[in-house]
């Protein structure tokens, strides 16, 4: 079994040894210098007083403390004789000097000096460096619980540097997997219960029927298969706008009105767009599916007609479908746009399985645009599409 050390210790190993390789290397060079700094060789003669020459010798003097310089000299007779200078008499009064080292007076001072120094950085450094590997433990801890199945699990965002924007943009991605498994299941969950409903009715009217079918009973199992093809054919377009990698069709240059012109046609619905053409870019079919769904939701609600209106926006083309139905309460605007979500009621009175409007704004997303409801003047709802419009696609001017 290999040994492991947590990070923080072995980062703080790596800055003792630094110091410990400091003070080791800082000691030799100071060695170094010690013998560099070793006074020279002298010529030491001895004579009698005669002026005869009694021994000489070349020889490196010998600090003695507290007793002076001392030089060993070999003598002509075979002795060898020491020559001691004593130190200088110092005055009344007046202190003894400092002890003289390798770099000069107070060597020894710099040697504990520089042992301090190495533990102080050792000392210090250790709660900066717990400190940032406390976060990376954290940080470790929160995408294990992630990876076992927490979605739920975020961890802390503490400081300004990478690890900090390591976290958040953990925590980004952890919450937009937690949303898409929450929609899925819930998609999941929904679509299971919304295909029920049809498939008792024809159930039901299979087991009550008795010889061939009539042309009422024809038409009911017929309405029932077509309602099971659309809530089908509607869930497996949400599941593919839903994943982010799957390929929506080929994007390319849409006019916009002619569009909605098409469709205002199929249902009777008013259009008023400016003169010229409103061009975006994106998927024709998904464009047109997402102006369908928002004339059929208007239909359905509105005891009025409907109304149409295209207009340029700045660097987006703006979409407006208003009805006069009963409008939307305004706590209920973002949540009609989720999948399976109806108004109170609106399911029995109504129709509809409550995937259209999510479907709008998946395939506004997709083309990197937006869908809203806001409360339309003298009652009603408007729902607004709003799409970046390609370059060059302004109004053109009236002509008389």
């Known amino acids: 079994m290999t040994l492991r050390f947590p990070l923080y210790l072995r980062i703080w190993f790596a800055v003792v040894i630094g110091v410990a390789v400091l003070t080791l290397a800082a000691g030799w060079l100071l060695h170094q210098v010690a013998e560099e700094q070793q006074p020279p060789p002298r010529d030491v003669i001895i004579r ?69 120094v190495g533990l102080a950085v050792a000392i210090a450094t250790y709660p900066i460096i717990r400190r940032l590997t406390q976060r990376l433990e954290d940080l470790r801890r929160g995408v294990e619980r992630w990876g076992e199945g927490d979605l739920s699990a975020r961890v802390h965002e503490q400081g300004s540097d990478e690890v900090a924007f390591l976290a958040s943009r953990f925590n980004h991605a952890a919450q937009r997997v ?9 998609l999941l969950a929904n679509a299971s219960h919304e295909l029920r409903s049809p498939l008792a009715r024809i159930r039901m009217g299979l087991e009550l029927m008795e010889g061939p079918p009539t042309e009422g009973q024809r038409r009911e199992m017929l309405r029932n298969i077509g309602e ?20 929506i069709g080929t994007f390319e240059q849409v006019d916009l009105t002619g569009l909605a012109a098409e469709e205002c046609a199929r249902v009777d619905a008013d259009l008023q767009a400016v003169p010229g053409e409103v061009d975006v870019q994106g998927v024709a079919k998904l464009l047109r599916r997402a102006i369908r769904n928002l004339l059929e939701n208007a239909r359905r609600y509105s005891s009025g007609p409907v109304e149409v209106v295209i207009r340029r926006d700045g660097a987006h083309a703006e ?13 209920q605007r973002e949540r009609i746009f989720e999948p399976f979500y109806r108004l109170p009621g609106a399911s029995e009175r109504e129709g509809g399985v409550g995937l259209g409007l999510a479907l709008v704004r998946a395939i506004a997303q997709r083309h990197h645009g937006s869908v809203h409801c806001e409360a339309r003047e003298g009652g009603g709802a408007c729902f607004v599409l709003r799409l970046p419009a390609t370059a060059g696609a302004a109004p053109a001017p009236r002509t008389a």
């Open 48 to 116: 009698n007083e005669a002026g005869e020459v009694l021994g000489q010798a070349r020889t490196r003097p010998v600090r003695v403390p507290g007793q002076g310089v001392e030089f060993q000299v070999a003598m002509n007779s075979g002795n060898v004789v020491t020559v001691q200078l004593p130190p200088r008499q110092r005055a009344a009064g007046e202190p003894p000097p400092p002890p003289r080292g390798p770099w000069g007076r107070g060597s020894t001072p710099f040697l504990l000096m520089l042992s301090i």
């Open 228 to 247: 099971l093809d659309q809530l089908i054919e509607e869930i497996l377009l949400a599941s593919r706008l839903d994943a982010r990698e799957t390929d």
């Open 178 to 186: 937690e949303l898409l498994v929450r929609s899925h299941k819930s």
């Open 319 to 331: 979409l407006r479908v208003c009805d006069r139905g009963p409008g939307v309460p305004p706590e």
